[in-house]
């Protein structure tokens, strides 16, 4: 292709919204980012509005272009990469949502998750999906939509007809990826890796199950087609009459851990990468077989080409890191994340001090919905900068938590992490996961790599990339981090990290505090 074609991502993320122009080096040559606004109805309940996430990828793309100083029309493609799990419903004829999307950090399902586990239907659901049951994933999320969604917002007098028009086809469910490949293009899609993400996907039969739709009342026909994650036919192309003033196609998409994986270019069965955002996400690519976890991770789907085979991947969700240094800032603790570095270098420990961030439960490998964040250890000689250290301590650890029952599942070592996210430009963070861990961390030049990734797919699909070995030359090291803890103080810290987990544990016990 000309080089003076480039490719687009949009990257649809739990905060905000940001699209980015790279070109044949993978190199980015535009960019621009707008937050949405994060709405709590109740405690626990996390919403977004996906009106204002579609006006703010307009508003994004065109900025970004702009950034780049050229038009939509030199676009060789387009790909998106999303945020997971998080759900919506929409009226097909108005491309009106029917309520907020209802966010994947979202608790308000976790009774209904209990209920799956009383019934003894755990069991069934990992077998067939990867997932944990857990108020995490897209199914809950779905049911309470089509039962509790505002009927007057679908325009119809019968308050009792959603699910109906969700079973006619006239109501329409989707991942962030859904609905914006729904807006560029006006076709219901998703991707292999968003399908493997809503609990109502066989990983092994690779298609919707009967058994699980039946078992959350989500009818078929409102489910989006499901298509390779890199897609040679395409989802569809943007309107040349639309907002781009061009006809683009919209070749790839991914959820963004598994996009982080692609474009962290872990193509190969072994290749892991842990991304720091909100939450942490390590995965481990598995080749073509899906590896089943005895010690909580997730199998899910890695990634799929057309006309490829899938790759399969171990997954350790982490549900809050980034998040911590965020709550930091809520609390006035620090001003802003970037202090976080010198504050924590200030002090030469925690001082006894373990944080552990359980604010909307424990993710992987522990599992628990019902913990809730501890700082333990504290005497009235701890200081701000004490608390700081324990808080990027905790994402080390957790890390750690992870990475060891990815070892024990997989039978892997990992000779190296490859990081990314906004975190990972944080030097301190990144030897301390290099001493907690006890490999080698390295991060790359380009640490945006979920919107990369989402590029990656799309461009390949169009042949603005000739195969993987041409983005393995692009991957490019900035810095890597050896251990320099001494093991044994290492694994001491990570036991009294342990303990603190345990205090953390089943604390929302009542309904009120879910």
């Not at 809050?320 to 030469?348: C, F, H, K, Y």
Request: with cysteine; aromatic share 8%; charged share 25%.
């Amino acid at each position: 292709m000309s080089s003076n074609t480039y490719v687009g991502a949009i990257d649809q993320g739990t905060t905000g919204t940001r699209f980015m122009v790279f070109d044949h080096d993978g190199t980015v040559v535009g960019e621009a980012y707008e937050t949405h606004e994060q709405i709590y109805p109740e405690p626990g309940w996390v919403e977004h509005d996906p009106l204002e996430i579609w006006a703010n990828t307009e508003a994004v793309v065109e900025a970004a272009l702009a950034d780049a100083a050229i038009e939509a029309d030199r676009l060789a493609a387009i790909g998106v990469t999303n945020q997971r799990e998080t759900t919506l419903l929409w009226d097909r004829d108005t491309g009106k949502p029917v309520h907020n999307a209802i966010v994947w950090q979202d608790r308000r399902t976790t009774d209904r998750v209990e209920r799956l586990e009383a019934e003894g239907k755990v069991e069934e659901i990992r077998a067939k999906t990867g997932l944990e049951a857990d108020a995490y994933f897209s199914a809950t999320k779905a049911e309470w939509l089509l039962e509790n969604a505002d009927p007057i917002k679908t325009q119809r007098a019968r308050p009792a007809d959603l699910r109906e028009r969700a079973g006619d086809g006239e109501i329409l469910f989707g991942t962030m990826d859904s609905w914006l490949v729904y807006n560029l293009t006006g076709a219901h899609v998703t991707d292999v890796t968003n399908a493997s993400r809503t609990m109502l996907f066989d990983i092994h039969e690779m298609a919707w199950d009967d058994k699980l739709l039946a078992e959350f009342d989500v009818p078929r026909a409102c489910l989006p087609e499901v298509r390779p994650s890199s897609d040679e036919d395409y989802y569809g192309t943007t309107d040349p009459e639309g907002f781009l003033g061009a006809e683009v196609p919209v070749a790839g998409a991914l959820g963004d851990q598994q996009a982080a994986l692609f474009g962290q270019t872990c193509f190969d069965a072994g290749d892991a990468k842990n991304t720091y955002g909100t939450g942490s996400f390590f995965l481990m690519n598995t080749g073509e077989e899906a590896v089943d976890s005895d010690r909580g991770l997730l199998t899910t789907v890695g990634f799929q080409r057309s006309g490829a085979p899938v790759q399969y991947a171990l997954e350790g969700s982490i549900f809050v890191t980034g998040a911590a240094i965020e709550w930091l800032e809520d609390m006035e603790i620090i001003d802003n994340p970037s202090q976080t570095e010198t504050l924590a270098r200030s002090v030469d420990s925690t001082d006894g001090v373990y944080v552990v961030p359980a604010f909307t439960g424990l993710g992987a490998p522990h599992w628990d919905q019902r913990a809730r964040g501890t700082i333990v250890g504290m005497t009235r000689g701890t200081r701000r900068e004490h608390v700081i250290r324990a808080t990027l301590e905790a994402i080390a650890y957790q890390t750690r938590d992870v990475a060891e029952a990815m070892i024990e599942d997989s039978g892997i070592e990992i000779a190296d992490l490859k990081v990314d996210g906004g975190a990972v430009k944080n030097n301190f963070l990144c030897q301390l996961q290099a001493d907690i861990i006890g490999t080698d961390i390295v991060r790359p030049e380009v640490d945006e790599t979920t919107a990369l990734g989402s590029a990656y797919a799309a461009g390949l699909a169009v042949g603005y990339w000739s195969d993987l070995d041409a983005l393995r030359a692009n991957w490019r090291v900035d810095r890597s981090f050896a251990p320099r803890l001494d093991a044994e103080e290492a694994d001491a810290k990570y036991e009294r990290w342990g303990e603190a987990v345990e205090r953390s544990r089943d604390w929302a016990r009542d309904g009120g505090d879910v």
